[in-house]
């Protein structure tokens, strides 16, 4: 699975090596220390080529949100094997991070909270609510793909598909942002509390 993982390999093309770039410069300096001349720097080009693809920083964290998104669906379409009880789980790990560690990858609570980080910034920049609220869209809607084909198999009880999914998907933001904001680490028993629900609530004798 390693090296289906983003950011890892050879970058295919220079927005590639763009949203790379952005991805370690943002995991080093943060959202208010990131420049588009750190930028630059971490991918080795000049900042003129950075500003002929993107109007400035916000522009270019619009791209790399939406670009984190895109890598997100490849890697679970290469994942999902069509049994939706293990789709669901797998789609729920991929957003918890449960990826192979590498030199090129962070730790997965790293990674996250590069993701909490942008997404703040969604409280007063309203290109940013848009776009988050665009990324939850789709996520909602896959969740509730992959439960409907669950109860269309008798695999799930009948259920409200988009009601679970969203109930579900807050959950997660709860213990992304748990598992980023505190010292100690209450992520453990929240997931077997996801896994129970799941279990009790979702899945048929």
């Known amino acids: 699975m390693t090296e289906e ?6 970058p295919a093309d220079s927005h590639e090596a763009i949203m790379r770039a952005t991805f370690y410069a943002l995991q080093e300096h943060g959202y208010a220390g990131l420049s588009i001349q750190r930028i630059a720097d971490e ?6 080529t950075f500003y002929h693809h993107f109007d400035g920083k916000d522009d270019l964290l619009l791209s790399f949100v939406e670009h984190i998104l895109d890598e997100f669906e490849r890697v679970y379409r290469l994942e999902s094997s069509g049994d939706p009880a293990a789709d669901l789980r797998t789609f729920f790990g991929l957003i918890l991070g449960d990826f192979p560690v590498t030199d090129e990858m962070p730790d997965q ?4 909270g590069a993701y909490v980080e942008l997404r703040a910034q969604a409280v007063r920049n309203p290109e940013f609510r848009a776009k988050f609220t665009e990324t939850d869209r789709r996520y909602a809607d896959r969740v509730a793909a992959i439960i409907e084909e669950g109860i269309e198999q008798g695999v799930f009880r009948d259920v409200d598909p988009d009601r679970t999914a969203q109930y579900l ?8 942002m748990q598992g980023v904001s505190r010292t100690d680490d209450p992520v453990g028993p929240m997931r077997e509390c996801l896994e129970a629900y799941i279990a009790d609530e979702l899945l048929l004798d």
Request: hydrophobic letters at 40%; charged letters at 20%.
């Open 5 to 10: 993982m983003p950011f890892t390999g050879e």
């Open 43 to 48: 991918a080795e080009l000049s900042k003129s």
């Open 109 to 112: 609570w790293e990674f996250l």
């Open 169 to 176: 998907l807050t959950t997660l933001d709860g213990i992304t």
